[in-house]
């Protein structure tokens, strides 16, 4: 059954919840500005055993917040942004159950398979979340990496997730033209991946309530789990409470 993940995106030291499409080196469009710093949340998420949640570093400035969070849950939080295979076993020392990866698989704009097994090296495939988040092209999606900005050659299709699902525990996928938008759901996108992912996915992006959750359950027959940013109370959102995410977890 699809079950909620929470999140903790961090963007220039602070917790935020921005719109994905619009990050850049100039800063991006901000949805949220948390008071509270990543522990807060990461504690709130251990409380809750909310597990398999995500710790996101939306480029650089924050690695004292990222670990901060990993450290006040040990094991109970994934930490992507930034990370190469030259760190990644830095990330699962202080704390991280997985770490995600995008940009540094690739070289170019083409996906390194060389890059690819050097990671796979120091995490082992049950600690590796490869990050397939996209861009809609004219042929369908596209792996987009360096903050979503840059969109490569790869397609998110059948071919690609069967390829990479040997390589990892499970796939994350931000659908960026959606993310942060309260839009709705990439509905299509949320059906290609319950029907072809190999191994567990957790999609992103455009959740706005709980019947987003419902349809993501629909559309994907239970095998896509659901992160809602934005629309969530704790984020400032007015869209579903936390309470109601856990509720529904409970259910599942």
């Known amino acids: 059954m699809t079950r909620f993940r929470p999140c903790i995106d961090l963007h220039q030291g602070q917790v935020k919840q921005i719109v994905g499409g619009s990050l850049n080196d100039d800063g991006a469009d901000t949805n949220f500005v948390s008071q509270h710093d990543a522990a807060?949340?990461?504690?709130l998420y251990r409380e809750q055993n909310l597990m398999g949640g995500?710790?996101?570093?939306?480029?650089?400035?924050?690695q004292e917040q990222a670990l901060l969070a990993l450290d006040t849950w040990p094991g109970g939080l994934q930490f992507g942004g930034g990370v190469t295979a030259g760190n990644a076993a830095?990330?699962?020392?202080?704390?991280?159950?997985h770490v995600i990866v995008t940009s540094y698989l690739f070289e170019n704009g083409q996906l390194s398979p060389a890059r690819l097994d050097n990671i796979l090296r120091e995490t082992g495939r049950q600690h590796l979340v490869l990050d397939l988040s996209c861009r809609r092209t004219d042929s369908g999606w596209h792996i987009a990496t360096d903050?979503?900005?840059?969109?490569?050659d790869t397609p998110v299709d059948?071919?690609?997730?069967?390829?990479?699902g040997?390589?990892?525990?499970?796939?994350l996928v931000h659908a960026a033209d959606v993310e942060g938008l309260q839009g709705g759901i990439d509905e299509e996108l949320v059906t290609l991946l319950g029907k072809h992912c190999p191994v567990p996915v957790t999609y992103a992006g455009g959740a706005r309530n709980l019947s987003d959750l419902e349809r993501v359950q629909a559309l994907s027959g239970g095998n896509v789990d659901l992160t809602i940013g934005s629309a969530l109370d704790i984020f400032g959102g007015k869209g579903i409470t936390l309470d109601e995410c856990i509720a529904w977890n409970q259910r599942a």
């Open 147 to 152: 903050r979503w900005q840059t969109v490569t």
């Open 158 to 164: 059948a071919g690609t997730l069967r390829e990479l």
């Open 40 to 43: 807060h949340y990461a504690g």
């Open 90 to 97: 830095s990330y699962l020392t202080a704390g991280a159950s």
């Open 166 to 171: 040997q390589y990892c525990d499970e796939f």
């Open 54 to 62: 995500h710790v996101i570093a939306l480029g650089p400035g924050n």
